[in-house]
């Protein structure tokens, strides 16, 4: 059995991967679940965004892996949930066949989703957001979220996410991750999107150089909307390839 552990990006919740998972699942031998992040969509009220840090994210996720014995797990990582998928994969080795990072951020030991940003030679989504210290939420301007993040979607996709979206927790993006052996000799996968105008492909490719494969999707940043098909036979191949690349 191989187990799919989809999670989300910033200001996103598991209902980004509502069309592709049931299709997924559909493959022999897969198990498929998305989670939402501490703070995010069904756990949005659960949480004080002040309590809300890396070490939360890691550790949700990697006590759900270990809890219920989830071995073999694919970790598939969108945009900010490549530095939690990281960190899971630095912690718990040994239930991780494979990080998948699609269209997401990859850090540097000790290094945070933040710095990562720093580096970007064409930053975009830093531009268009208002830091809320108070609440230490991190607040993103609705007005171009459609360019960053779904000018490939078809417009009841966008009104959908649109309708969704919220705010997010500040310290994730802040906090640094500590990454070692454990992490370096995790099989990587990476699904650029050519088109992306969240994490442009220049920087995806200064991220992805450290990965053993690369796929690429001419779209947006959203490919559980804009590509569901090519999304879902991309992430089914690699159970098929049973680990072998």
């Given amino acids: 059995m191989k187990n799919y552990i989809l999670i989300h990006g910033g200001w996103h919740g598991k209902w980004v991967f509502d069309k592709i998972a049931p299709s997924?699942?559909?493959?022999?031998n897969t198990s498929v679940v998305a989670l939402d992040l501490p703070g995010h969509f069904t756990n949005?009220?659960?949480?004080?965004?002040?309590?809300?840090?890396?070490?939360?994210?890691v550790d949700f996720v990697s006590d759900f892996i270990t809890t219920n014995k989830l071995y073999h797990s694919y970790l598939v990582g969108h945009s900010m949930a490549g530095i939690v998928i990281s960190q899971v994969g630095q912690n718990i080795p040994e239930y991780i066949?494979?990080?998948?990072?699609?269209?997401?951020?990859?850090?540097?030991?000790?290094g945070s989703l933040v710095d990562e940003e720093k580096k970007a030679k064409f930053p975009s989504v830093a531009l268009n957001i208002k830091i809320d210290k108070k609440n230490c939420s991190i607040i993103i301007d609705k007005t171009k979220i459609?360019?960053?993040?779904?000018?490939?979607?078809?417009?009841?996709?966008?009104?959908f996410a649109l309708s969704h979206i919220?705010?997010?927790?500040?310290?994730?993006?802040?906090?640094?991750?500590?990454?070692?052996?454990?992490?370096s000799k995790l099989h990587k996968v990476y699904i650029e999107c050519l088109q992306d105008q969240?994490?442009?492909?220049?920087?995806?490719r200064r991220m992805n150089s450290i990965c053993d494969k690369i796929v690429?999707?001419?779209?947006?940043?959203?490919?559980?909307?804009?590509?569901?098909?090519?999304?879902?036979?991309?992430?089914?191949?690699?159970?098929?390839?049973?680990?072998?690349?």
């Fill in 198 to 204: 969240a994490i442009h492909i220049e920087d995806q």
């Fill in 44 to 57: 949005f009220g659960n949480y004080d965004f002040r309590d809300v840090n890396l070490k939360l994210y």
């Fill in 146 to 159: 459609k360019e960053l993040f779904y000018h490939n979607c078809k417009e009841h996709d966008i009104n």
């Fill in 216 to 245: 690429s999707i001419d779209t947006d940043h959203s490919p559980f909307f804009s590509s569901c098909d090519e999304l879902v036979e991309i992430l089914g191949n690699e159970h098929n390839q049973n680990d072998i690349i």
């Fill in 97 to 110: 066949d494979k990080l998948i990072y699609l269209s997401a951020f990859i850090p540097s030991n000790n």
């Fill in 166 to 183: 919220q705010d997010q927790p500040l310290l994730p993006f802040i906090d640094k991750a500590s990454l070692g052996d454990n992490f």
């Fill in 24 to 28: 997924l699942a559909k493959n022999p």
